[in-house]
């Protein structure tokens, strides 16, 4: 959507860290979210971080919140084969419309 | 448990002609919502409804219509088709409307009009 932006590649060899940012022009949003699509699937539903936290980690995820840039970061660490896929940033807007971003593409090179 | 089901899973129209979409969400989910992905793009919010009633709609024409049953399950209608409809459909349940809900998306129905 045009109220988020997203770049739309990140390639990384299998190990690395990834890390896939998103920045958002306006939120109301309690939440704030990240969904992974796998080619031929829907949205899967990775992690969430309230938006008045900073930061959340979930296993191999971080998520990092800078409410003031309007800047939303996801880590994975050890990024595996099986991570390549597409992640999408999300968030409620004023009108309690779920607005996502337009994906990175995530590459992991074995 | 089953999850989101869509029917069908791939759709060839032409222009002018008219679809329904259909979704059946995970069993005791009364919201449904939505969306319209295009290649190379996030999806688009287009429709929420809750208990049969619209709760929201997203920056799309009159040509898109839905609407929920008594079973939960939905329908999405677009009329008079344009080569730009051409998307993945995707469709999303929730236990309710507001997002401290997890949405469950469905495999989606991918639409070509030609």
């Known amino acids: 959507g045009e109220d988020v932006e997203q770049s739309l590649f990140l390639s990384v060899r299998e190990g690395d860290s990834s890390v896939i940012n998103c920045t958002y022009t306006?939120?109301?949003?309690?939440?704030l979210y990240w969904y992974k699509q796998e080619p031929g699937a829907g949205l899967q539903l990775l992690t969430y971080?309230?938006?008045?936290?900073d930061m959340k980690q979930d296993q191999r995820l971080t998520v990092l919140l800078n409410k003031k840039d309007k800047h939303l970061s996801l880590r994975i660490a050890d990024t595996q084969t099986g991570d390549s896929a597409i992640y999408f940033c999300?968030?409620?807007?004023?009108?309690?419309?779920?607005?996502f971003g337009g994906g990175t593409r995530l590459m992991v090179k074995p | 448990d089953a999850g989101v089901t869509q029917s069908p899973t791939h759709l060839i129209k032409t222009r002018g002609q008219h679809v329904t979409l259909r979704c059946s969400p995970i069993?005791?989910?009364?919201?449904v919502s939505w969306y319209q992905q295009v290649l190379g793009q996030g999806p688009q919010f287009i429709f929420q409804?809750?208990?049969?009633?619209?709760?929201g709609r997203g920056n799309f024409p009159d040509r898109f219509s839905a609407r929920q049953f008594p079973n939960y399950s939905s329908e999405l209608n677009v009329n008079a088709l344009l080569l730009g409809d051409s998307a993945l459909y995707l469709c999303?349940?929730?236990?309710?409307?507001?997002?401290?809900?997890?949405?469950?998306f469905g495999p989606g129905t991918r639409l070509t009009v030609l």
């Open positions: 999303a349940s929730s236990l309710g409307t507001s997002g401290s809900y997890e949405q469950f």
């Open positions: 306006d939120s109301s949003s309690t939440y």
């Open positions: 971080i309230f938006s008045n936290m």
């Open positions: 999300a968030f409620y807007n004023a009108g309690n419309m779920l607005t």
């Open positions: 069993s005791g989910h009364k919201s």
């Open positions: 409804y809750y208990e049969k009633e619209e709760r």
